[in-house]
């Protein structure tokens, strides 16, 4: 199985800085099938990216995603006092598909 | 999209609940369907997928054989019946749309807000 790992686990930053997540997989991801989701406090996660690079409907071009094989990145240029939430990885390029990132939580510094 | 889920509860271990999920916003039988659950304060577990025509379905190891998925392309509704439930089953559990219609398509474009199940003696 596909294990992902996300760092750092939590990231402490201020409004108007630049984000990067990391997401490495034990395994090479057919396609860079790799997605990101954002989970705010008693809310479902929503969809950020998928593809590793392509932006979800209605999601801010300031949400990046990078990387392929490996080692995938979730970049997000200016944080707004929205965005700090728990953002998860997952995987649907790999066997058995369809596994999760452990989570980076972005708190306000 | 609407996704709103119904069901959960307190049960004891070995019991049994039905949860649903109530669909509008897109032509349901176009997409696969998934429950993803979440144990307080821990990630994220896809627990089951069915197809949009309802006849293909896959679960995690997890819960193989004591949970059953199943949709109502009629009514617009999604399905999870849980059988045998355990205390580790405690969790929020999410229906998800998926971005198309079979069990292989993994990106969860719209979640519904969470119905509780909690299995405690």
């Known amino acids: 199985e596909i294990v992902l790992t996300q760092s750092p686990g939590t990231l402490s930053l201020s409004p108007g800085e630049r984000a990067t997540l990391s997401c490495r997989a034990s395994q090479s991801l057919w396609n860079n099938y790799l997605a990101w989701y954002q989970q705010k406090p008693g809310q479902a996660p929503r969809l950020l990216i998928h593809a590793a690079y392509k932006r979800a409907t209605g999601i801010p071009d300031r949400f990046s995603g990078s990387g392929s094989g490996t080692d995938f990145t979730l970049t997000i240029s200016r944080l707004e006092p929205e965005d700090f939430a728990v953002y998860y990885c997952q995987q649907y390029g790999g066997s058995p598909p369809n596994t999760f990132g452990q989570g980076t939580k972005l708190e306000v510094k | 999209v609407q996704l709103v889920g119904s069901g959960g509860g307190f049960v004891q271990p070995g019991g049994s609940l039905r949860l649903s999920c109530a669909a509008s916003?897109?032509?349901?039988?176009?997409?696969?369907m998934n429950w993803v659950r979440q144990a307080p304060g821990k990630g994220l577990e896809r627990v089951s997928v069915?197809?949009?025509?309802?006849?293909?379905?896959d679960y995690a190891d997890s819960v193989k054989g004591r949970f059953t998925i199943s949709r109502d392309n009629s009514k617009n509704t999604l399905f999870l019946q849980m059988n045998g439930l355990r205390a580790e089953d405690t969790a929020l559990y999410y229906c998800a749309k998926s971005d198309c219609s079979v069990t292989g398509c993994h990106v969860l474009d719209y979640w519904g807000q969470g119905t509780l199940v909690t299995v405690s003696s």
């Open positions: 069915i197809s949009g025509s309802g006849d293909s379905t």
């Open positions: 916003g897109f032509t349901f039988n176009n997409y696969a």
